[in-house]
């Protein structure tokens, strides 16, 4: 089993930052992939951001130039760098696993971090 513990959610004008962490802890040797998804009210989950093992990383269009997503693999740790946020950008922020080659999680959620963009 991986568990994944996110923090760093809050509340900040439009045009702030936020750093975004993911703990993650757990059977961690079999991860390739891990990924920041977020869903905002009455929406579905979507995935915003990738990074692989190796540092390669995607993004969803709309955060593309304003988040960055990396990892520090000795500490276990993920994190979502977020600027010039936006009200749309208001969402519960996850981390998971990703299958290799795909988009889809494969680990239990985390609680989650909100994040609210807000004047």
């Known amino acids: 089993q991986v568990q994944f513990v996110e923090s760093g959610g809050g509340l900040v004008q439009p045009g702030g930052s936020l750093r975004l962490s993911c703990a993650v802890s757990?059977?961690?040797?079999?991860?390739?992939?891990m990924g920041w998804y977020r869903q905002a009210p009455g929406k579905q989950r979507e995935l915003v951001a990738t990074?692989?093992?190796?540092?390669?990383?995607n993004y969803e269009d709309s955060v593309k130039g304003r988040f960055s997503i990396f990892g520090d693999n000795a500490k276990n740790l993920v994190y979502l760098q977020m600027n010039s946020l936006k009200p749309e950008d208001t969402a519960v922020y996850y981390c998971?696993?990703?299958?290799?080659?795909?988009?889809?999680?494969?680990?239990?959620w985390g609680q989650g971090t909100q994040v609210t963009v807000s004047s």
């Open positions: 998971n696993a990703v299958i290799l080659n795909s988009d889809v999680p494969f680990g239990s």
């Open positions: 757990g059977r961690t040797s079999n991860i390739y992939k």
């Open positions: 990074v692989t093992k190796g540092g390669s990383t």
